[in-house]
């Protein structure tokens, strides 16, 4: 159990263009749902938290207004990277929250703006 | 300020030469202490959730223990396939509402043959 996906895994695109990724719980309904961001060789930084049906709270330094964050439903968060730029190209990771605190992730979609 | 340091930053074993893996944490009210495993390219895979001082948790050849400031994962005889980078995370009492995690930068461990 605990399983949550990505859609797409990988995907390249233009400068200016608009990218939109999925994340999905496929066994548990998840009451929060969590967007990351990975550099190479680093930790994983928080960009966003959210909660169904209510808007994202966003980290400190992240715009709202280039990473929209939806969360439609309790198994579906969507991010959507608008007039995406070279420096967006990044690891992106979403995790689904559970009773008892954990966080479980999905397998991260790989960003590369052109 | 909620704070994970974990030590070292990397660490290269032989198989079957066990060790520990070391996660220091400051947290206003500890809520919870997770372990995770990450391969590259991959997001990070749930191994254990340790909520008190004292509590140990075993999986295979992983064990996990947490006191009141810090948190050990020991590796017992491990194996190739052990090699990855594995994260310490907290959650305290301030995120609690939100579930938010708080990470440190991971242990990156190589398992020779």
């Known amino acids: 159990g605990a399983v949550v996906s990505q859609h797409p895994s990988w995907v390249i695109c233009k400068s200016g263009t608009s990218v939109k990724i999925e994340c999905r719980s496929l066994?548990?309904?998840?009451?929060?749902m969590f967007w990351y961001r990975q550099f190479p060789k680093q930790s994983l930084m928080l960009m966003a938290t959210?909660?169904?049906?209510?808007?994202?709270?966003?980290e400190q330094g992240v715009e709202k207004d280039k990473f929209l964050i939806n969360h439609a439903s309790l198994t579906l968060s969507t991010l959507t990277v608008t007039s995406a730029h070279p420096e967006d190209s990044s690891f992106y990771i979403c995790?689904?929250?559970?009773?008892?605190?954990?966080?479980?992730f999905g397998p991260g979609t790989r960003l590369t703006v052109t | 300020e909620d704070q994970v340091t974990q030590s070292p930053e990397a660490l290269r074993l032989q198989e079957g030469e066990s060790s520990s893996l070391n996660c220091s944490y400051t947290?206003?009210?500890?809520?919870?202490l997770f372990w995770y495993r990450q391969d590259p390219g991959k997001g990070p895979e749930f191994l254990f959730t340790?909520?008190?001082a004292g509590e140990e948790k075993e999986k295979e050849r992983l064990k996990a223990t947490l006191t009141k400031k810090e948190s050990f994962l020991h590796i017992t005889a491990p194996k190739p396939e052990d090699s990855a980078t594995y994260l310490c995370?907290?959650?305290?009492?301030?995120?609690?509402?939100?579930?938010?995690?708080?990470f440190g930068q991971g242990t990156t461990l190589q398992v020779k043959p």
């Open positions: 995790s689904a929250g559970r009773t008892g605190y954990e966080q479980y």
């Open positions: 066994d548990f309904q998840a009451t929060t």
């Open positions: 959210s909660n169904e049906g209510s808007k994202a709270t966003y």
């Open positions: 947290v206003s009210g500890l809520r919870g």
């Open positions: 340790l909520y008190s």
């Open positions: 995370a907290v959650q305290g009492d301030g995120s609690s509402n939100t579930g938010k995690l708080i």
